[in-house]
T-cell receptor
Framework: GAVVSQHPSRVICKSGTSVKIECRSL??????MFWYRQFPKQSLMLMAT?????????EQGVEKDKFLINHASLTLSTLTVTSAHPEDSSFYIC????????????FGDGTRLSIL | AQSVTQLGSHVSVSEGALVLLRCNYS??????LFWYVQYPNQGLQLLLK??????LVKGINGFEAEFKKSETSFHLTKPSAHMSDAAEYFC?????????????FGQGTELSVKP
C-alpha cells in the first residue's frame, strides 16, 4: 500500500527555536497534503491543506506565520513551527493524497513535538 | 457541510466477542466514508472506505462496515475481537466536492479488549 514517511518522529527543543517536520510520499505522487495536530485523547484537528506548487490553505484559527507550510514537490511537504513555545507541544501528523477524488488519505506516523 | 458523530468514546469487549463501533454522519452531498485505526504514538492506518457501489465494505484485519443511507450510519464491526484490536478508531467523512478530499473526523472511540 501507499507509504507516507514523516520525519522526525520525536523532537525536543528549547522555547524560541524553529522546528521543521518533513512529510514524504514514497510511492505515489501526492497532489494534496494535509497537516493535523492532535492533543492527547482527542481527535485530529486539521491545520492546513497544501497543494503542490501553491500556497497552503489554513483552517480558521491557525496562524499561518506560526506554522509555515511548503509543498514544493509532488512527494514532499514541510511544516515549520516558528519560534516554538511550550503551548505548541503536540503530536503533529501529516497525510498525503493522490489526484483521484476517491483515493483515501495516507498518514505518516506523526511527530511528537515537545518544547521545553 | 459535513460532520461525524461517534457514539461512545470508549468501548470494552472481551476477546472473541463481537466488536461494534458506531458512526453517524451528516452530509449535504454524497459522502465518502472511512474508518481509520490509530495505535499509540502512531499515525492513522486505513481500515476500510466507502465511496460508491456495494454498501457492505470489507477491510483489513477482519473489519467491515455497512453504509446505510437511510440511517446516515457507517458502523464498524468485527465478529471476533482480538487483543491486537485494542486501539483508537476514527470514523471520517469526505466527498468528491470537498476541495482536495478534506476529511472530517469523529471524536474517536477507544477500543479495549479484555482477555
Amino acid at each position: 500500500g501507499a507509504v507516507v514517511s514523516q520525519h522526525p518522529s520525536r523532537v525536543i527543543c528549547k522555547s524560541g527555536t524553529s522546528v521543521k517536520i518533513e512529510c514524504r510520499s514514497l510511492d505515489f505522487q501526492a497532489t494534496t497534503m494535509f497537516w493535523y495536530r492532535q492533543f492527547p485523547k482527542q481527535s485530529l484537528m486539521l491545520m492546513a491543506t497544501s497543494n503542490e506548487g501553491s500556497k497552503a490553505t489554513y483552517e480558521q484559527g491557525v496562524e499561518k506565520d506560526k506554522f509555515l507550510i511548503n509543498h514544493a514537490s509532488l512527494t514532499l511537504s514541510t511544516l515549520t513551527v516558528t519560534s516554538a513555545h511550550p503551548e505548541d507541544s503536540s503530536f503533529y501528523i501529516c497525510s498525503a493524497k493522490g489526484i483521484n477524488s476517491n483515493q483515501p488519505q495516507h498518514f505518516g506516523d506523526g511527530t511528537r513535538l515537545s518544547i521545553l | 457541510a459535513q460532520s461525524v458523530t461517534q457514539l461512545g468514546s470508549h468501548v470494552s469487549v472481551s476477546e472473541g466477542a463481537l466488536v461494534l463501533l458506531r458512526c453517524n454522519y451528516s452530509s449535504s452531498v454524497p459522502p465518502y466514508l472511512f474508518w481509520y485505526v490509530q495505535y499509540p504514538n502512531q499515525g492513522l492506518q486505513l481500515l476500510l472506505k466507502y465511496t460508491t457501489g456495494a454498501t457492505l465494505v470489507k477491510g483489513i484485519n477482519g473489519f467491515e462496515a455497512e453504509f446505510k443511507k437511510s440511517e446516515t450510519s457507517f458502523h464498524l464491526t468485527k465478529p471476533s475481537a482480538h487483543m491486537s484490536d485494542a486501539a483508537e478508531y476514527f470514523c471520517a467523512v469526505s466527498s468528491w466536492f470537498n476541495q482536495g478530499g478534506k476529511l472530517i473526523f469523529g471524536q474517536g472511540t477507544e477500543l479495549s479488549v479484555k482477555p
